[in-house]
């Protein structure tokens, strides 16, 4: 069996041009949560084979990271949130 490794880089996440996409911001508010961690959420939801490293700047931002791991997104919050492009 051949593994591969694959690296994804979400720097429009750094930059902040997620948070003008509306279906996030809808289930953001549903769970008192920012953008960044809808979308880190369903990235942890998306593969049980993808682990996403972080570059966090700031305690704040490693709390906000960790904290993105308890939220459980429903079935049409997530089938939702894959259907973006952007």
Same mark, same amino acid.
């Given at each position: 069996?051949?593994?591969?490794?694959?690296?994804?880089?979400?720097? +429009?996440?750094?930059?902040?041009?997620?948070?003008?996409?509306?279906?996030?911001?809808?289930?953001?508010?549903?769970?008192?949560?920012?953008?960044?961690?809808?979308?880190?959420?369903?990235?942890?939801?998306?593969?049980?084979?993808?682990?996403?490293?972080?570059?966090?700047?700031?305690?704040?931002?490693?709390?906000?990271?960790?904290?993105?791991?308890?939220?459980?997104?429903?079935?049409?919050?997530?089938?939702? +949130?894959?259907?973006?492009?952007?």
């Amino acid at each position: 069996m051949r593994r591969q490794t694959r690296y994804d880089l979400f720097s +429009s996440i750094a930059a902040g041009s997620i948070s003008g996409i509306d279906t996030i911001q809808e289930v953001a508010d549903a769970h008192d949560a920012t953008v960044y961690q809808i979308a880190l959420a369903w990235l942890l939801e998306h593969s049980a084979v993808v682990l996403p490293i972080l570059d966090t700047a700031s305690l704040e931002h490693l709390v906000e990271n960790v904290a993105a791991a308890s939220i459980s997104l429903s079935n049409e919050e997530y089938s939702r +949130s894959a259907t973006l492009d952007g």
